[in-house]
C-alpha cells in the first residue's frame, strides 16, 4: 500500500491504540468474548438517534436492520470509524497481512463491548452463508485460527514473523517466502499498538475490523467490509440485493487445531478437498494440458491486485472434461461462494454453470496440495478462485493456505473501474 493510501484511508477514520493483552477479543464456545469487556457506566453512551431496527426482518432488510442494530451499540467516535464514504479507497483496503489498521478501515474489534461483539456477531450472521462450513461459522473459525496463531507466537523463541504478502508469480515458490523479515510491499506507516501477538499489527480475533461503507439500506448502494489477517469479506448491496460478494480472502494458519471441546476444527479442509476431487479426476493428459509454466508463491490476485486479471485464460478448457468432472469442478466452486448468504450464492452458482463450459481449470507445482507452491485455479468469464499452499510462518514445519475468491465483472458490485 502506498503512502498515500495509507493517508486516505487514515483520514477516514480514528484509531486509538489500546494495550493488547488488557483488551484481546477472544472466541468462545463459538462465539465472542471481550476480555476487558467493559459493559458498566464507563462505556460511553451511544450517539444520537436510534436506527430502526426490525428483528424479523429477512434477507437484505434483515443485514440493514442487523447494522443499525450493531450501529444503535457505537458511541458517536464508533460510529465515525464504521460509517465510511464508499470510496475505492476504503472498498479495497483490506489485506492477507496481520497489519492492523495500517491497512484496513472500520472499528476494532478489540476495542467493543460484550454487547457490541454480540451485534456485530448478528450483522455477520444475518449476511453470510448458514449452511454447515460456510459463510459464518467460517468466519467464527477463521477467527479462532487466529487466536490459536497468536498463542502459538506468543510461545515461541522465535523473532516475531510476518506472513508472506501477496504478489505475481515468480519462478522460485519460495522466492517471495519471508520468515522473519518484513516484507518489501508491506504497508507503509506505524501499525497500531493494539492487539494480541506480533507480526506488522499482531495476530488475533481481537485485530478485526468491522464497517459499513455507504449507507446500509434496502434502497441505495453500500457495502460490508469485515476482514483482518486471512480474512477479507466484501459484500456489495444495491438496492436491496446483492450486488457483488466478492473479493473474499480466506486463509488459515494452522491448518488444523483440536478445539477445547476435543473436536478437529480445519476452516479451509471443504475448501481444499473440493480442489483435489477435482485435481484428481483428470487423466494424465489433462493434467498435462491443465499445468501452468508458472510457480506461485501465493495467490495471484490478493490484496492490491484489483482488476489485475491475466488477459488469456491457462489451462484447460472445461468443455473437455466429462459430465462427472464438470459436476466436479462446481462442487470446488462452492465453498468459496456459499460464504455469501444462502439466496445470494445460489444465483452465482447458477449463473457459473451456466458459464461452465468457457471456463478453465489450470495448476500448478503439485495436486497434492501438500507442499510449498501448489498452486489450483478455476477461471471462468465470471468466477476466479486461487488456492495455494505456503509454508507456515508461525507453525514452521507445517503449510498454511491461502486462497481468494473474485469475480470478473462483479467484484464491488461493479462499482469501480481497475483498467
Not at 491475466?310 to 464438470?326: D, H, R, Y
Amino acid at each position: 500500500m502506498s503512502r498515500e493510501r495509507t493517508r486516505q484511508v487514515r483520514n477516514r477514520r480514528t484509531w486509538r491504540g489500546i494495550a493488547g493483552a488488557a483488551t484481546a477479543v477472544v472466541l468462545v464456545g463459538g462465539g465472542f468474548a471481550v476480555a476487558n469487556a467493559s459493559t458498566d457506566g464507563a462505556q460511553q453512551t451511544t450517539a444520537g438517534a436510534q436506527r430502526p431496527v426490525n428483528k424479523k426482518a429477512k434477507g437484505v432488510a434483515g443485514v440493514v436492520s442487523a447494522a443499525n442494530a450493531f450501529l444503535n451499540t457505537l458511541t458517536s467516535d464508533q460510529q465515525s470509524e464504521t460509517l465510511l464514504d464508499f470510496t475505492q479507497a476504503n472498498a479495497t483496503a483490506w489485506s492477507n497481512l496481520p497489519c492492523g489498521s495500517s491497512c484496513r478501515v472500520g472499528v476494532e474489534f478489540s476495542t467493543l463491548t460484550t454487547d457490541q461483539i454480540a451485534a456485530a456477531e448478528a450483522v455477520l450472521k444475518e449476511a453470510l452463508g448458514t449452511g454447515k462450513d460456510t459463510g459464518y461459522e467460517h468466519v467464527l473459525q477463521t477467527l479462532e485460527a487466529d487466536d490459536v496463531l497468536a498463542s502459538a507466537q506468543a510461545t515461541s523463541t522465535d523473532a516475531p514473523p510476518t506472513d508472506t504478502p501477496t504478489g505475481s508469480a515468480s519462478a522460485d515458490p519460495s522466492a517471495t517466502s519471508t520468515d522473519t523479515a518484513v516484507p518489501t510491499d508491506a504497508p507503509t506507516g506505524t501499525p497500531p499498538s493494539g492487539g494480541t501477538g506480533g507480526g506488522l499489527g499482531g495476530y488475533g480475533s481481537g485485530n478485526y475490523y468491522l464497517a459499513f461503507l455507504g449507507t446500509p439500506s434496502a434502497t441505495g448502494t453500500w457495502q460490508l467490509h469485515f476482514g483482518g489477517h486471512h480474512l477479507a469479506v466484501n459484500i456489495t448491496y444495491k438496492n436491496g440485493k446483492v450486488a457483488g460478494a466478492s473479493p473474499y480472502f480466506t486463509g488459515v494458519e494452522p491448518t488444523s487445531w483440536t478445539a477445547s471441546d476435543g473436536t478437529t476444527v480445519a476452516p479451509l479442509k471443504k475448501f481444499r478437498d473440493g480442489m483435489l476431487e477435482l485435481t484428481g479426476s483428470l487423466s494424465t493428459a489433462q493434467l498435462a494440458k491443465a499445468k501452468l509454466s508458472e510457480s506461485f508463491s501465493d495467490v495471484l490476485l490478493g490484496p492490491d491486485k484489483d482488476g489485475d486479471f491475466p488477459e488469456t485464460k491457462e489451462g484447460i478448457k472445461v468443455s473437455e472434461l466429462s459430465a462427472k468432472q464438470k459436476k466436479l469442478v462446481l462442487a470446488a466452486m462452492r465453498p468459496w461462494v456459499a460464504d455469501a448468504d444462502d439466496a445470494t450464492a445460489e444465483q452465482l452458482m447458477k449463473t457459473y454453470a451456466k458459464e461452465l463450459d468457457e471456463t478453465y481449470i489450470s495448476y500448478s507445482g503439485g495436486t497434492a496440495l501438500d507442499t510449498q507452491g501448489d498452486y489450483v485455479r478455476i477461471d471462468g468469464p465470471g468466477v476466479w478462485i486461487e488456492f495455494v499452499c505456503q509454508d507456515g510462518v508461525v507453525y514452521r514445519d507445517q503449510i498454511h493456505y491461502h486462497t481468494v475468491y473474485r469475480d470478473h465483472t462483479r467484484d464491488y458490485g461493479s462499482e469501480f473501474s481497475f483498467s
